[in-house]
């Protein structure tokens, strides 16, 4: 990263200390901490970075307040850890959040069970910061709420993020220390070779296909894991969906926890970036990892279900949805056939043939889940990873010479020229969607994919990317199509039995 594209050639004329396979969180987060210890190092990403799970997630750099509740006690107090560093470290980018969890008459968990749960969570944190709400502060908080049986809510906080942005930005932090990134070229054989390994790499942007050596390799390809692993499957794919929703249609300020009204699952309902966000749902998988995650008819009406059967006044249907987005959790399996919602989440590390394999996990704990795997590498001993799993280890580095949307989740306008300018001159941008999808989210924030905007954006990109009018044209055209098929709103499967 940094706006600069390597040849495959230029690349096989290294041997490297590390290759890291694939550009999402924790591919980031182990570039990141390889570099930060002088190895050098190189992230290849297949298609673009944070196109996997990593764009997908629920934003949330949390403890994780069912991971408490499940008795995962290490796996919350590590997240929790973890989301104050982040607060500190990134402020704009990861920023505190007000969480309300409305509580209702005769449904567990009631006001003293949550209370005692929170008061935990925040002494796990280091804070002090959960109260109660009564029913009327939480509905003068939340207008519209249902109001039946509701006695009142726990506020406390945790924090948001732009999960695209917080891997642009570690990756560009990697940057600094001498770590190298480049997207669209996808890993297609690791075998070992001498001291080391050779990697097979096709970049595909020009379909040239070269080997790289490496002394160390390691997959973070999250749900695509077993392809390398050379080990019995591990992951058992879970596909998670989100809306986001027209804000003057469904005003949020709070991040709302709500329960779901067929199986009684807790789903979010919080503001993102000036829309409303609702999700997840929590599925099997089973569909070619190949082709891109996208929401079904089914899980649309699943979270519309949620959200009228909760704000019962706001009719809320599909015309209100601007997008939608799926991602797919690559969950370390118990290989006992249960319930999707109650496998664990926490992250794995994995070796044979000499090649780790981590997976599974989470967002905010991406930088131990990154020691992890190069303590399983060998390139940090056991004191090297003590220390880094103290958050007292250095950390990032502000940019200054950036415009402050870079290292901010709210913004006011995404389209700014000059936040545009930096992500063109600075984020390896290969095609329209990278920018509208990933480095800015305009084409899951604005109506019809923000097609409106395209327009104004034209010039700068076509001068700055040297893109000619027929290219232009081709890459719009690949973009409307990529947010119609996975990132659109699919019809009711009632509604598509009839057409
Ligand atoms: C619906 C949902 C909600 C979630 N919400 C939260 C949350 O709120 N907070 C939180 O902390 N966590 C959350 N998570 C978990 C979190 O998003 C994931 O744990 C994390 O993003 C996984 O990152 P990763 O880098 O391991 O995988 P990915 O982001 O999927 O990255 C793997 C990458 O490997 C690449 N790759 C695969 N094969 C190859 C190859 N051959 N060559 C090169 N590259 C390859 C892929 O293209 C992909 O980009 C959520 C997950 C889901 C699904």
Redesign the pocket.
């Known amino acids: 990263m940094l706006g600069k594209r390597h040849s495959l050639d230029s690349l096989a004329d290294e041997n490297w200390d590390l290759i890291v396979?694939?550009?999402?969180?924790?591919?980031a987060g182990v570039l990141l901490e390889a570099a930060r210890r002088g190895h050098r190092v190189l992230l290849?990403?297949?298609?673009d970075f944070?196109?996997?799970?990593?764009s997908?997630?629920?934003?949330?750099?949390?403890g994780g307040l069912r991971y408490i509740a499940q008795g995962d006690i290490r796996l919350t107090r590590h997240s929790l850890l973890e989301r104050e560093r982040l607060i500190e470290e990134l402020p704009g980018l990861v920023e505190r959040a007000t969480y309300l969890f409305p509580l209702r008459k005769g449904v567990f968990p009631g006001r003293l069970p949550m209370k005692a749960i929170l008061w935990l969570y925040d002494f796990l944190a280091g804070i002090r910061d959960h109260r109660y709400l009564n029913r009327e502060q939480l509905l003068e908080r939340v207008p519209g709420l249902n109001s039946q049986s509701l006695t009142g809510a726990m506020s406390y906080t945790d924090a948001l993020t732009d999960?695209c942005r917080l891997v642009v930005r570690v990756i560009l932090e990697a940057a600094r220390h001498g770590g190298l990134a480049q997207n669209y070229?996808?890993?297609?054989q690791t075998e070992p070779s001498g001291e080391g390994y050779a990697v097979t790499v096709t970049d595909r942007t020009t379909e040239q296909t070269a080997t790289l050596r490496a002394r160390r390799v390691i997959s973070?390809?999250?749900?695509?894991a077993d392809?390398?692993s050379g080990s019995d499957p591990r992951v058992r794919p879970?596909?998670?969906?989100?809306l986001f929703v027209n804000p003057e249609r469904l005003p949020v300020k709070d991040c709302l926890t709500v329960m779901h009204p067929d199986d009684g699952r807790p789903v979010f309902v919080f503001p993102w970036e000036g829309v409303t966000c609702v999700?997840?749902t929590d599925l099997d998988h089973p569909q070619d990892m190949d082709i891109e995650a996208a929401a079904s008819g089914q899980e649309v009406d699943y979270l519309l279900r949620l959200i009228n059967s909760q704000f019962p006044k706001v009719d809320l249907n599909r015309d209100d949805i601007y997008s939608t987005i799926a991602?797919?959790?690559?969950v370390i399996a118990s290989g006992k056939g249960m319930d999707p919602s109650k496998e664990r989440r926490d992250h794995a590390v994995w070796g044979e043939n000499g090649i780790v394999t981590v997976?599974?996990?989470?967002?905010?704990?991406f930088r131990l889940i990154a020691l992890d795997a190069l303590l399983a590498s060998g390139l940090i001993d056991s004191a090297a990873h003590k220390r880094g799993q103290k958050t007292t280890e250095p950390g990032f580095i502000p940019i200054s010479d950036a415009p402050q949307a870079v290292d901010a989740f709210l913004h006011a306008n995404q389209g700014d020229p000059v936040f545009i300018q930096w992500i063109l001159d600075n984020e390896d941008v290969v095609h329209l969607d990278d920018l509208m999808l990933r480095r800015t989210r305009l084409g899951l924030l604005l109506p019809e994919a923000g097609k409106g905007l395209l327009d104004s954006l034209r010039q700068q990109i076509q001068s700055t990317l040297g893109w000619d009018d027929a290219y232009w044209e081709e890459e719009r055209r690949r973009y409307l199509e990529i947010h119609q098929r996975y990132y659109g709103v699919p019809a009711s499967p009632a509604q598509q039995a009839v057409g």
Do not use: N, Y
């Open positions: 396979i694939g550009g999402g969180i924790t591919g290849l990403e297949q298609t944070a196109w996997g799970t990593s997908r997630s629920s934003k949330m750099v949390h999960d070229c996808r890993v297609e973070a390809t999250g749900a695509w392809r390398f879970l596909r998670g969906s989100h999700g997840t991602g797919v959790r690559p997976s599974g996990g989470k967002l905010t704990t």
